[in-house]
C-alpha cells in the first residue's frame, strides 16, 4: 500500500533519525584519523627546517619548490590511476600497503644528509619523495572513498572530523620536526615520524574491514564533463596550491547544501584577502610585521578549512545527479579526481611560487595565491547564481531535485554522548 506524504510546501526531505554508529562505523572513523593524522606529521616535517638544510648542500629556491612539487605531481598520478582501479586492487589493499610505502620512504629521506652535495643529493631526494607520494596516495585516494563508502549520509561531517586530525598532523608536524632537528639533528625527525606512519599498518589491518564492490565503466572524462565538478576542482586546486606554497616559501621568509556551496565562497574570499596581505602585498603600502603574518597564517587557516570541507560531499552529489551509480567505484572515482587536483594544487605552488619568490619576492608571490583564491571564489559566485535561477526556473515547472550530503546526524543527540560498539 503505498503511502502519500502530506505536502509541507517545501521541498526539504524529511529529517531522518539518527541512529547509533555501529562497530564498523566506529573502527573506521579510528582508522582515518590515524591515516591523516600521521600521514601529515610526515609531510609537514620538513617545512621549518628542510628548505634551510638544502640550500646548505647548494641547492636553489626554484629546485627546492620542486623537490616539494615533485611530491605533489606524483601524488596526482598515483591518485588517478589508483583511484580508478581501486576496486581492483581492494581499498584496505591500498590502505595497508600505502601506509608501509609512505613509512619506509620517509625514514629513507632521514638519511640523504649523508650523501654528497649538489645533484646527488637533489636526485635521491626526488627519487624518494616520489616513491612516498605513490604511498601517500595510495592510503589517502582510498580512505576518502572508504569513508564515504561507510558514513553514505554523513560525508562532510566525517571529512570535518578527519580535517582535524589532519590540522593536527599540520600543526604539530612543524614544531615537532623543529625540536627534533634542533635537539637530535636532521635524521631523527624523519625515523621518529616514519616509525609513527608504520605502527598504523598493524593497527589498520586489524580494524579495517574489506569492501567488495563491483567494478564501474565510468571514467574520469566522464566526471570531468561536468562544470560543476570542474568548478570544484578549481576550489580545491587553489586550496592545495596555496598550502604548498608556504610550504616551501614561508620558513625561509620568516626565519546543508546551500550552506556548503556558499562555506566554499566565503573561504576562498577570506583566503584571498588574508594571501594579499599575508606579505603584505606590496600595492597596500603596509610594512610587513610578525604580528600581521601570524594573524593572516591563522585565517588562512581557518578559510582553508571552511572552504576544503563542504569539495568533497559536493562532488559526490554532483557525481550522483548526473547518473553515476551510488557505490565504492564511483567513490573511487571522485576521491581519486579530488586526490589529484589536491597534488595538482601542491606541485603549483611551491614550484611556482618558488619561482616568483626567487624572481621578485615573497610578497609578490602571495598576492599570486591569493588572486587564485579570488577567482576560483568569484567564478563560484557567478556559477551558483546561475544554478539558483536554473532550479528556480526548474522548480516552477513542478522539477524537483532532491539535495544529496548530509541526509542525517551523525550522532544521536543526548545530553551525555554515549556510543556504543555493537
Known sequence: MDIVEEDRGDSSPPETPATKMSRQQILTLISMASINFSSMICYSILGPF?????KKKGVSQSMIGLIFGIYALCTLVGSLILGKYIVQIGAKFM??????VSSG???LFGFLDQVSDG????????????????GFSASVTSSFAVSAKVFPDNIATVLGFMEIFTGLGLILGPPLGGWLYQSFGYEIPFVFTGCLLF???????????????????????????RIKILLICFVVFTMSSGLGFLDATL?????????????????GMATAVSFCFLGPLPVFHIKSQLWLTVLMLVVVGFSL????????????????????????????????LFSAVWSAGMFFGP??????????NFEWSAGVQGALAFLAASLQVLYFTIEHIQNKSQKANKIEISPQGEKSPLLLKTDCLRVEIS
Not at 593497527?203 to 564533463?225: E, G, H, K, Y
Not at 546543508?256 to 573561504?267: H, L, Q
Open 50 to 54: 628542510f628548505p634551510n638544510e638544502a
Open 95 to 100: 590502505i595497508v600497503a600505502g601506509l608501509f
Open 105 to 107: 620512504s620517509t625514514v
Open 119 to 134: 645533484t646527488v643529493f637533489i636526485v635521491l631526494c626526488f627519487i624518494t619523495r616520489c616513491i612516498n607520494a605513490i
Open 199 to 225: 605502527a598504523t599498518v598493524p593497527l589498520n589491518m586489524w580494524i579495517l574491514p574489506s569492501f567488495d564492490a563491483v567494478p564501474s565503466q565510468n571514467s574520469f572524462l566522464r566526471l570531468c564533463t
Open 251 to 267: 620558513s625561509i621568509f620568516a626565519i546543508e547544501k546551500s550552506i556548503r556551496k556558499w562555506m566554499m565562497v566565503i573561504g
Open 305 to 336: 578549512c571552511m572552504t576544503c570541507i563542504p569539495t568533497f560531499a559536493e562532488m559526490i552529489a554532483c557525481a550522483h545527479e548526473n547518473g553515476f551509480e551510488e557505490g565504492l567505484s564511483t567513490l573511487g572515482l571522485v576521491s581519486g
Open 351 to 360: 614550484t611556482i611560487g618558488g619561482y616568483i619568490t626567487q624572481a621578485l
